[in-house]
């Protein structure tokens, strides 16, 4: 399957960030003839420094002031509110609810799922709601709310009402600046901030120079978490409504498996690189009463704020591996995943949570019992704007360099720290071998390819190549379309994977370079099917009964229509 992917050049670089975008993911469209006074424009506020020679310059590297970027929002007087409390606890309940009351408005997630759910609710609410994330645009005639995902979120609108959901981000290292950036350049007269209680003191201290008025609504849990005081033990001991958490792929299919072969249970699976279509309905089909998937298997993914109907929380292992070493969990993350059980509204009076294995337990109670340690710095990066007219300065013409340079030189506030751009820096230096413009290598350098992914890294650098080479890319170049089938093993699934990611980074380009690459209908309907034979496999492994084999049959009969 891989084979459908041309090799021309092998990369061995780190993930790319699939988020450094800009305001509505394109303003790389910045042009060349651009002065200080357009500059300006972009809400960027540039201070001036003295030469030795007393000539006044303006220096791009200064961004201790980045609250200033956003001039539309310090226009405002916004009213603030910190909605923060554990989860399960209703927080973001009510911030939506005062959203769909609002006569405008935007919610930010973390997760594309997330915000599906959104707009899915408030359209149902006959509130019309458009969904915007890096792949997709779905508008609503009249709508004047939006659900994004947050580096979509709009720094240019004004709004009514505004929800960042699980701000706490910002102080993640490698996302943690989409959540800033929403933070401080939303302009809306209600912004509503859903989160960890840890984030508190380090907002209240960002939003100290903006003159907003900040107040906090604390929650407290809606139903009872109780951490057991024995584990699992034997897999004989699940039961409805459990999710059992792994912090590897190849872990997660062993746990199914053992669970199915039991006979007594259907497992639904969820983690990180499915492909999001699939992991809402494999959610939905474990949230679904009727369903026989009444067991779910899950990685970390599932402590982002989704909604699921689960019992008991059972953490197989405290440990993962973090790209650098096998690691304890932290804190947050044992909390943020624990807190999973007992969803208010589910059939569950209260939510458990205990280990497969006794040696497990210690830490797992130590966390529980414990608060998150409070944020110290929010994440910060330049936007191409900064990028753009620093490299007016360099003699230095690749991106590589002149974001290196920039990096080096560029002057933070102590309460703000510098996302981790390594990732884009491997994808620069890659980029930079073809003869592009700085503002397409910065949007292939932001593009959501997995650069640990062999086949996804190939695709855009083929992408890359040819839009270097002809400036119109077609999908069947590097792609054959109907070559897809339902994987019969886990190398195979894992390819099918891979190449959903190939498919979600051309529907990607298409939406920003529309006429240059203009299969983007083509790359949709594959990247549907690619998901539902992922599906398949899913259904078809383990234990099987008359119903799941019928479910294949309609699996099956649905991809026949796309074909």
Request: glycine share 6%.
């Given at each position: 399957?891989?084979?459908?992917?041309l090799?021309q050049r092998?990369?061995s670089a780190?993930?790319?960030s699939r988020?450094l975008?800009?305001?509505n993911?394109d303003?790389f469209?910045?042009?060349?003839?651009?002065n200080?006074?357009?500059f300006?424009t972009?809400?960027?506020?540039?201070r001036n420094y003295s030469s030795g020679?007393?000539?006044?310059?303006l220096?791009?590297?200064d961004?201790?002031?980045?609250?200033t970027?956003y001039?539309?929002?310090?226009?405002?007087?916004?009213k603030?509110?910190?909605h923060?409390g554990?989860?399960?606890s209703g927080k973001?309940?009510h911030?939506?609810k005062?959203?769909?009351?609002?006569?405008?408005?935007?919610?930010?997630?973390?997760?594309?799922?997330?915000?599906?759910e959104?707009?899915e609710?408030?359209?149902k609410a006959?509130?019309?709601?458009?969904l915007?994330?890096?792949?997709?645009?779905d508008?609503?005639?009249g709508?004047?709310h939006k659900a994004v995902?947050?580096?979509?979120a709009?720094?240019?609108?004004d709004?009514e009402c505004?929800?960042?959901?699980?701000?706490q981000?910002?102080?993640?290292?490698t996302r943690?600046?989409?959540?800033?950036?929403a933070l401080?350049?939303?302009a809306a007269?209600e912004?509503?901030l859903c989160?960890?209680?840890a984030?508190?003191?380090?907002?209240?201290e960002l939003?100290?120079?903006?003159?907003?008025d900040?107040?906090?609504r604390s929650?407290?849990?809606l139903l009872?978490?109780?951490?057991l005081?024995v584990?699992?033990?034997?897999?004989?001991?699940?039961r409805?409504?459990?999710?059992i958490v792994s912090?590897s792929r190849?872990?997660i299919y062993k746990?199914?498996?053992k669970i199915?072969t039991?006979g007594?249970h259907?497992?639904?699976?969820?983690?990180?690189?499915?492909?999001?279509?699939?992991r809402?309905r494999?959610a939905?089909?474990?949230?679904?009463a009727?369903?026989e998937?009444d067991?779910?298997?899950a990685?970390?993914?599932?402590g982002?704020g989704?909604?699921l109907?689960i019992?008991?929380?059972?953490?197989?292992t405290?440990?993962?591996?973090?790209?650098?070493?096998?690691?304890?969990?932290?804190?947050p993350?044992v909390k943020?995943?624990?807190?999973?059980?007992g969803?208010?509204?589910s059939k569950?009076?209260m939510?458990?949570v205990?280990?497969?294995?006794?040696?497990?337990?210690?830490?797992?109670?130590s966390?529980?019992k414990?608060?998150?340690?409070?944020?110290q710095?929010?994440?910060?990066f330049?936007?191409?704007?900064?990028?753009?007219?620093?490299?007016r300065?360099?003699?230095?013409?690749?991106?590589?360099?002149?974001?290196?340079?920039?990096?080096?030189n560029?002057k933070?506030s102590?309460?703000?720290?510098f996302?981790?751009?390594?990732?884009?820096l491997?994808?620069?230096?890659?980029?930079d071998?073809?003869?592009?413009?700085?503002?397409d290598?910065y949007l292939?350098?932001?593009?959501?390819?997995?650069?640990d992914d062999?086949?996804?890294?190939q695709?855009?650098?083929?992408f890359a190549?040819n839009?270097?080479?002809?400036?119109?890319?077609?999908?069947k170049?590097?792609?054959?379309?109907?070559?897809?089938q339902?994987?019969k093993?886990?190398?195979?699934l894992?390819?099918?994977?891979s190449?959903?990611?190939v498919?979600?980074?051309?529907?990607w380009?298409?939406?920003?370079?529309d006429?240059l690459?203009?299969?983007?209908?083509?790359?949709?309907?594959?990247?549907?099917i690619c998901?539902m034979l992922?599906e398949?496999?899913?259904?078809?492994?383990?234990?099987q009964?008359?119903?799941?084999?019928?479910?294949?049959?309609l699996?099956?009969k649905k991809?026949?229509?796309y074909?």
């Open positions: 399957m891989a084979s459908l992917l090799r092998r990369v780190l993930g790319v988020i975008q800009a305001v993911g303003s469209r910045l042009q060349p003839e651009s200080c006074r357009t300006a972009f809400g960027v506020i540039i020679k007393g000539t006044a310059k220096d791009f590297t961004l201790t002031r980045p609250h970027w001039l539309n929002a310090r226009k405002k007087q916004r603030v509110f910190l923060v554990p989860t399960n973001t309940y911030a939506l005062r959203l769909e009351s609002s006569s405008s408005g935007v919610y930010c997630g973390p997760l594309r799922l997330l915000a599906w959104v707009a609710r408030l359209n006959r509130v019309p709601c458009d915007i994330t890096g792949q997709e645009k508008e609503v005639d709508a004047k995902t947050v580096e979509m709009d720094v240019t609108s709004y505004a929800v960042i959901d699980e701000i981000m910002l102080g993640c290292k943690g600046f989409s959540f800033t950036r401080l350049g939303i007269d912004l509503h989160g960890d209680a984030a508190v003191p380090l907002i209240q939003l100290k120079v903006t003159g907003d900040v107040q906090v929650y407290e849990r009872p978490l109780v951490p005081e584990p699992l033990g034997s897999f004989s001991n699940i409805t409504g459990d999710c912090f190849k872990g746990l199914k498996k199915e039991g007594k259907l497992c639904s699976v969820v983690y990180g690189s499915l492909p999001p279509e699939t809402t494999q939905r089909m474990f949230n679904d009727s369903s998937f067991v779910l298997v990685g970390d993914a599932i982002m989704l909604n109907n019992s008991r929380i059972i953490f197989s405290m440990k993962k591996f973090d790209g650098l070493e096998r690691r304890d969990l932290t804190l993350e943020q995943i624990a807190g999973r059980a969803r208010y509204g569950y009076p939510g458990e205990t280990c497969l294995d006794a040696e497990d337990l210690p830490l797992l109670h966390s529980l414990s608060a998150s340690p409070t944020l710095q929010a994440g910060i330049p936007s191409f704007d900064f990028i753009y007219m620093y490299s300065l360099q003699q230095k013409r690749g991106l590589y360099q002149i974001l290196e340079d920039f990096l080096e560029a933070l102590e309460n703000y720290f996302a981790n751009c390594e990732e884009m491997k994808v620069a230096a890659v980029i071998e073809l003869p592009l413009s700085l503002q290598k292939f350098c932001i593009s959501p390819v997995d650069m062999e086949i996804s890294s695709g855009l650098t083929q190549e839009y270097a080479k002809k400036g119109l890319v077609r999908l170049e590097i792609f054959s379309p109907g070559s897809l339902v994987p093993t886990h190398s195979a894992k390819e099918l994977e190449i959903h990611k498919l979600e980074l051309y529907v380009l298409s939406f920003r370079l006429e690459f203009p299969d983007h209908e083509l790359a949709s309907s594959q990247k549907v998901s992922i398949e496999f899913l259904e078809r492994l383990g234990f009964n008359p119903t799941s084999r019928k479910l294949n049959s699996m099956a991809r026949r229509q074909l």
